[in-house]
C-alpha cells in the first residue's frame, strides 16, 4: 500500500491539503461570502466599512506604516546585504550568523527590548538624565517612531536575508568585466549589480509589507492610540463584540491589499538571479530618438575625459579607497548594533539586583530566574508552549516532508502552483489566517483546545517545512534513487534507506523552524487559544499590558539564547553531513 502511495505524488500532498482545506480553505471562503452579505450577496457591509471615517483613516494608516517600514527596511537591508556579500568568507558567514540571531529570536522578547530602551524610565533616558541632558524624561515611546523602530527591528533580517541570497548567485565575474572596459564603480554596480539584484529587493519588500501589514503586537505595545493598525481593530472585534460581518469584511479588505500587490509584483522563492534584470524590457524614455542621439553626443564629448580619469585612477588606490572602507566599516557595525543591542541590554538587566529593572544593573543576581522557574503560571505556560510546539514540529515535518517529496515528483508547472497554495498562510496577514482558522476550529469544536492550536499553528509550519525541504531536495541527485530501484529496492525502502538520509539537515532544520515559529506565535494563539490554554508568549503578552514585571526580563533573555541553540544544532547538522574528504594512495613509481 505504501509503494503505491510513494509512486502517485499527488497522494503524498493529501494530508497538507486536507489541513489546509478544513482549518483554512472553506473558513477563507465562509469569510468572503459573510462579508458580501449571503445568500443576499451584497456590498453593504463594505459601504458601512468605508461609510465610517475612522475606519478609512486606520485602514491608511495601516497602509502608510507598513509602505514606510519596508522602506526604511529596503534602504538598510540592501547595502547591509550587499556588504555581507562582499565581504571575507568568514565574515560573511559571521555576518549572517548575527543577522539569523535576531530573526530567530522571539518577536514579544524583541518588542519587550524597545520597551525597556524607550520607556520614560528606560535606557536612553536614565543615560541623558544621569549626565544631566535633560531634566524630564523624553517622548520616546507610544508614538509612531517607537512604531517604526520596533517593526524595522522585527523585519528587518526578513529583507537583508533574501536579498542575500540573491546577490550570492550574482556572476561577480559581469561587475569586473564593466569595470575592465571603463566603467566606473557606481556605474558598473547601477548598470549591472543592481538589476541582477532586484528579484531580492522583489521578495524582500514584498515579505516585509505582507507581515507588516498583519502587525499587531508591536505597534499596540509602542505605539499610541492614534497608531492603531487595522490588524488591532480586527482583533477587538474579535474579543468583544464578535460581529462576524465586520470581522470578515475588514479581513478581507486586508487581504485585498496584500493580494493585489502580490500579484502586481510576484514573489520570487527561487532567488535565481537575472529574471529582475531584463535587458529587453526597455523604458519609454528609451524609444525616443532625439533623447538617444543627445545622449551619443555628450558621451562622444566626455569618453576622451573619462578614458583620462580611467588611466589615472588605474594604478592608484588613493585616500577615497581607504576613507570608503571606514564607512563600509562603521555602517555595518551600527546595523548589527541596532539588530543585536536591545536583546544585549536585555540579558544585561534580567541579572538585576534590584527591585526594579535598571541599566546597567546595581548588583548582580538570579533572583528573576528563580521568580520565572518557581512561578507555576510562568513554568506552566512555558511548558504549554514546549509540548505545543514539540506536536507541531512533529506534525509539520512529517506532513510537510511528504508533501516536499510528492512535489519534488510532479512537473515544475504543477509543483510551482501546488507550492504557492501551501504557502498561503505564510503570504498572508497573520490577522486573516488566525481569523480564518478560529472560524474553521469553531466549525470542529476545538476552540479554546491544545489540539486547536496544534492545527492552526501547523498551518504555517507545514508552509516552513515544504519550502526547506524542498529546496534540500532540489540538490538531491535522483540517480541515487534510479540505483536503488535497479537494485529491487521498493519505493519506500528507497525513501527511508537512500533519500531520507541524505535529506536529513533539511527535515531537522525544517523541524526547527517550525518548532520556533509555534513557540513564538501569539496573534492565532490568542484568537483560538481562548483562556483556558495559556501559552508562555501570550502570558509575556498580558503581562507587557498589565504591568512590567522584571521577569519578563529573564524570560526574554531565555528566548534570546535559545536561537543560539539552535543554531549550533544546526552548525553540529551540517558538521556532519558535509562531504568528506577522500584519500587516495599514491600510485607506485615504476
Not at 16 to 36: H, K
Not at 87 to 92: E, G, I, V
Not at 499 to 524: K, M, N
Amino acid at each position: 500500500m505504501f509503494d503505491r502511495l510513494i509512486r502517485m505524488p499527488v497522494a503524498l500532498t493529501v494530508p497538507t491539503f486536507a489541513l489546509l482545506l478544513v482549518v483554512f480553505g472553506i473558513p477563507i471562503a465562509s469569510l468572503f461570502f459573510t462579508s458580501l452579505n449571503a445568500p443576499n450577496f451584497s456590498l453593504i457591509n463594505y459601504q458601512a466599512f468605508f461609510a465610517q471615517s475612522a475606519n478609512i483613516r486606520v485602514l491608511f494608516q495601516t497602509v502608510e506604516v507598513s509602505v514606510v517600514a519596508t522602506m526604511i527596511c529596503l534602504i538598510v537591508g540592501y547595502p547591509t546585504a550587499y556588504l555581507i556579500v562582499t565581504a571575507s568568507k568568514k565574515q560573511r558567514m559571521a555576518l549572517i550568523a548575527l543577522v539569523i540571531i535576531p530573526y530567530l529570536t522571539s518577536g514579544l522578547a524583541r518588542t519587550y527590548a524597545w520597551i525597556v530602551i524607550l520607556g520614560d524610565r528606560g535606557v536612553i533616558n536614565n543615560l541623558l538624565l544621569q549626565i544631566g541632558l535633560i531634566s524630564s524624561p523624553l517622548p520616546l515611546i507610544y508614538n509612531r517612531t517607537a512604531v517604526y523602530v520596533g517593526m524595522v527591528h522585527i523585519m528587518l533580517p526578513l529583507m537583508i536575508l533574501p536579498l542575500v541570497s540573491t546577490m550570492m548567485g550574482i556572476d561577480r565575474s559581469l561587475v569586473a568585466a564593466a569595470r575592465s572596459m571603463g566603467a566606473r564603480p557606481l556605474t558598473a554596480f547601477r548598470r549591472v549589480f543592481l538589476p541582477l539584484s532586484l528579484p531580492g529587493v522583489r521578495s524582500g519588500c514584498l515579505l516585509v509589507f505582507v507581515f507588516c501589514l498583519g502587525f499587531y503586537i508591536t505597534p499596540a505595545a509602542l505605539g499610541g492610540l492614534r497608531d492603531a493598525m487595522l490588524s488591532t481593530f480586527i482583533a477587538a472585534q474579535v474579543h468583544s463584540q464578535f460581529d462576524i460581518s465586520r470581522i470578515a469584511t475588514s479581513a478581507f479588505i486586508l487581504l485585498v491589499i496584500a493580494i493585489v500587490v502580490l500579484s502586481m509584483l510576484g514573489l520570487d522563492f527561487s532567488g535565481t538571479p537575472g529574471s529582475g534584470g531584463n535587458p529587453s524590457r526597455k523604458s519609454w524614455t528609451g524609444r525616443i530618438p532625439f533623447r538617444r542621439i543627445l545622449k551619443r553626443c555628450c558621451d562622444e564629448i566626455a569618453d576622451p575625459y573619462r578614458a583620462r580619469r580611467w588611466k589615472t585612477q588605474l594604478y592608484h588606490a588613493g585616500t577615497d579607497r581607504n576613507w570608503g572602507k571606514f564607512v563600509k566599516t562603521v555602517f555595518i557595525i551600527l546595523v548589527m548594533s541596532f539588530l543585536l543591542f536591545p536583546g544585549f541590554v536585555v540579558v544585561i538587566m534580567s541579572f538585576s539586583a534590584g527591585a526594579f529593572l535598571e541599566f546597567p544593573p546595581s548588583g548582580f543576581s538570579l533572583q528573576w530566574y528563580r521568580s520565572f522557574f518557581g512561578d507555576p503560571s510562568w513554568n506552566g505556560a512555558a511548558l504549554t508552549s514546549i509540548e505545543i510546539g514539540a506536536e507541531v514540529a512533529v506534525l509539520s515535518t512529517v506532513v510537510g516532508t511528504l508533501a516536499a517529496f510528492g512535489l519534488s515528483h510532479m512537473s515544475p508547472k504543477v509543483r510551482g502552483k501546488l507550492t504557492m497554495i501551501i504557502i498561503t498562510p505564510i503570504t498572508f496577514p497573520v490577522i486573516v489566517v488566525g481569523i480564518a482558522a478560529y472560524l474553521g476550529l469553531m466549525q470542529l469544536g476545538l476552540i479554546a483546545t491544545k489540539p486547536g492550536i496544534v492545527l492552526a499553528h501547523s498551518l504555517g509550519a507545514i508552509a516552513i517545512v515544504v519550502v526547506i525541504v524542498s529546496a534540500t531536495l532540489a540538490n538531491f541527485d535522483r540517480t541515487l534513487e534510479r540505483a536503488a530501484n535497479s537494485m529491487r529496492a521498493g519505493p519506500v525502502q528507497t525513501f527511508l534507506r537512500v533519500t531520507l538520509p541524505l535529506i536529513r539537515p533539511g527535515v531537522i532544520g525544517g523541524a526547527i523552524f517550525a518548532f520556533l515559529q509555534s513557540f513564538d506565535e501569539a496573534v492565532i494563539t490568542s484568537l483560538v487559544g481562548g483562556l483556558s490554554v495559556r501559552t508562555l508568549p501570550l502570558k509575556m503578552l498580558e503581562n507587557m499590558r498589565h504591568q512590567i514585571d522584571p521577569t519578563i526580563a529573564a524570560v526574554a533573555s531565555l528566548l534570546m539564547l535559545l536561537p543560539l541553540l539552535w543554531l549550533f544544532v544546526l552548525y553540529v547538522l551540517w558538521w556532519k553531513s558535509r562531504p568528506k574528504p577522500s584519500y587516495a594512495l599514491p600510485e607506485p613509481v615504476t
